[in-house]
Structure formats: structure tokens, C-alpha cells
């Protein structure tokens, strides 16, 4: 488990074969390196240029590890972009099973930060990592933003069709609708309906660790939606 903050390396251009190095990061601090997330938002952090030829290159698809930890907002979160080793990550933490010599220390430093009252997050997917990042920088909890996505793509009628929301924290905080990849409509963060979710699933929003399965959070909103349908009728 990484605690470098990057590493240095040489890479062979595939175009004109040439070597050139680069600087790969495996770890952000923030708030030291705030400077970085811009970069991170964009993934361009990740992305090279041959000196020589101009070839683009990215090392994103190949990060075994990738860590993004804020001390003072209390969080860290683990991206991997191989979901296997996310998953044997997540049964050794939470359920301590298929433990190693090699993996122990790892494992006892996520209960000690678990312990501290960190949020930790395994993630396979990059821009659902950096979205957890943009949530916690702004204060919030993110199974409350992720149940209060459920409720609207439940209870609203949206004009446009879309994949999944996504949370973004710019000028101003919205909910962007994407499909294919692309933003296709944003709509305005609703603070006082996240403040209501956040009272009335307190419990969940306060218990569930290393990892928010969004198939799970829709269930638990449907079916709290459907026990308030019953008590109306």
C-alpha cells in the first residue's frame, strides 16, 4: 500500500519510441496540495505528452492504487480501477477475511483512521472518486447526497433523459444529469431537502462505511417512500 506522494519514472513513447520520464501520482493531500484538484476534476493529472513526438499518453487505466486523504476534513479515499482488488480490499477491512502478512499493516491503518472517525471510501470508478472528494470538500455526507439523488430520480420528472447525477461544487452547488458521458441538464442543489434526509435516515448516513452501493441506497429510498405512501392511504 502506497505512501508515497508520486513516484518518478521513465516510460518508452509506442509512436516514435523514444524515452522520456514523468512524475505519477499515487497520493494527494489535501488541503496542502489544494492546488492539485482542478487537475484531479479533469483527470489531467494523469495525462502526458511525449517531448518528442507530441503522443498523448494517460496512466489512469493503470493505477493499482490511487489515494486522495484530507486530514483535517477527516476522509480518505481509495481508487482502484481493478474492481477484484477493490472487492478483496473491502472483505479484508470490514470483514476481515483473506488477510496477508503483506496486507495487515494496511488493515490495521483503515480501523485506526475508521477508529479516528474518518469517512473511507473504496472506489473502482475514477469519477465516482472524485465526486466523494468534491462532496466531503464541501462539508456534506455523502450517503445523505446519495439518497437525496435516489429521492429526485424517484419523485422528480426530469425533461431530459440521463444515466446518473452527478454532485458538482463550482460557483454554485447543482446536480448535473449525465448520459453517454456528457452533461445533458443541472439542477439546483436543494439544501433544505438534503438537511431533511440527513435527519431522517441519520442512522444510515452515519453507519455505512468503506463503501455506498447505489443499488442499495435506491432500495433503502423506495422503500422508506413506499412506508410514507402507506401511513398517507
Do not use: W
Not at 522520456?20 to 494523469?46: M, N, W
Not at 503522443?55 to 474492481?83: A, G, H
Amino acid at each position: 500500500m502506497t505512501g508515497k506522494l508520486f513516484v518518478d519514472r521513465e516510460i518508452r513513447c509506442l509512436h516514435c519510441r523514444r524515452h522520456f520520464g514523468i512524475r505519477e501520482y499515487q497520493k494527494i493531500e489535501l488541503p496542502r496540495q489544494r492546488e492539485l484538484i482542478p487537475y484531479l476534476l479533469d483527470a489531467s493529472i494523469f495525462e502526458f505528452e511525449c517531448p518528442y513526438c507530441r503522443e498523448e499518453y494517460t496512466v489512469l487505466k493503470y493505477q493499482e492504487e490511487f489515494i486522495i486523504d484530507n486530514p483535517e476534513k477527516k476522509y480518505r479515499i481509495y481508487y482502484s480501477d481493478n474492481e477484484y482488488d477493490n472487492g478483496i480490499k473491502l472483505m479484508q477491512v470490514s470483514h476481515g477475511l483473506g488477510i496477508t502478512s503483506e496486507e495487515k499493516d494496511f488493515v490495521l491503518e483503515v480501523r485506526s483512521l475508521d477508529e479516528e472517525g474518518y469517512r473511507i471510501r473504496f472506489e473502482p470508478n475514477y469519477g465516482s472518486a472524485v465526486e466523494k472528494m468534491v462532496i466531503f470538500e464541501a462539508g456534506l455526507n455523502d450517503v445523505a447526497v446519495e439518497l437525496l439523488k435516489s429521492y429526485m430520480e424517484l419523485e422528480y420528472d426530469f425533461d431530459k433523459e440521463f444515466d446518473h447525477l452527478v454532485f458538482i461544487d463550482d460557483q454554485d452547488r447543482v446536480f448535473v444529469g449525465v448520459q453517454d458521458g456528457r452533461p445533458v441538464f443541472a439542477v439546483e442543489f436543494d439544501e433544505e431537502e438534503y438537511k431533511a434526509i440527513l435527519e431522517a435516515f441519520a442512522e444510515e448516513c452515519e453507519c455505512i462505511q468503506y463503501e455506498v452501493d447505489t443499488y442499495e441506497i435506491k432500495k433503502i429510498m423506495k422503500k422508506r417512500l413506499e412506508e410514507l405512501e402507506e401511513d398517507e392511504n
